[in-house]
């Protein structure tokens, strides 16, 4: 089972463009990279999934290089609202059961 | 809207006591599962099920329980057996099967001891 490290917390601006990386040396051939970003007293919600190179969506990009030994989680334009803890993980999404969930990273957006 | 409903928001529990959380999903997801997750900490596994009728140990089941009798619900219950059941428990649930599958969560239950 691969394990994640991403740092403990970070701090940005508003309107500045934040980037969370992720390390995970022991990633297996099948297994995907997954960001969730969960709000005080709240459940974790999806961001991103990607496997390789470059995914986009409407919230964030994900980045992973051709080694697939690390991942960046890149906000475009953050806002007080994107202060959360993000969680990297990694793992065979036919076997949610064996996701190992860090501490993730606390972002805190500052005026 | 569909989505993962957990209740109640809040729960208290008394010395020997077993209280039970309740998790309804209408995401016609086949796949359950509750966490638990302790203040600064990440998830921890408890129980998931797959199918209807059919459960799994997670990584901390000792102290709690769970049935399937519905593919709708997945209940929890923190039985006096758990010593030290204070913390926040989300029940969430994805497809089956298929790679890239997300988790869906619900808002969470707080548990705390009397």
């Known amino acids: 089972l691969a394990k994640t490290t991403q740092p403990i917390s970070m701090d940005s601006y508003e309107g500045q463009e934040v980037n969370i990386t992720c390390s995970h040396n022991?990633?297996?051939?099948?297994?995907?990279i997954t960001w969730y970003q969960q709000f005080p007293s709240q459940g974790p919600r999806f961001i991103i999934q990607?496997?390789?190179?470059?995914v986009t969506n409407e919230v964030a990009s994900l980045f992973i290089p051709a080694d697939r030994k690390s991942s960046t989680l890149s906000l475009p334009r953050v806002s007080l609202s994107d202060t959360a803890v993000y969680y990297c993980?990694?793992?065979?999404?036919?076997?949610?059961?064996?996701?190992?969930w860090g501490a993730g990273t606390k972002l805190i957006i500052k005026p | 809207d569909g989505g993962i409903t957990q209740s109640p928001k809040y729960l208290f529990r008394k010395e020997g006591q077993n209280v039970t959380l309740s998790c309804e999903q209408n995401l016609n997801h086949d796949a359950m599962y509750w966490y638990r997750q302790d203040p600064g900490q990440g998830l921890r596994l408890i129980y998931y099920s797959q199918i209807v009728n059919d459960f799994q140990k997670g990584d901390i089941a000792e102290g709690y329980s769970v049935s399937r009798e519905k593919k709708e619900s997945f209940p929890l219950t923190v039985t006096s057996a758990q010593k030290n059941p204070t913390a926040f428990y989300l029940c969430?649930?994805?497809?089956?099967?298929?790679?890239?599958?997300?988790?869906?969560f619900g808002s969470g239950t707080q548990l705390s001891v009397l």
């Open positions: 969430a649930s994805s497809i089956v099967p298929g790679p890239g599958r997300k988790l869906f």
């Open positions: 022991n990633i297996a051939t099948n297994d995907y």
């Open positions: 993980l990694v793992g065979d999404m036919d076997s949610n059961y064996q996701l190992i």
């Open positions: 990607g496997y390789k190179t470059k």
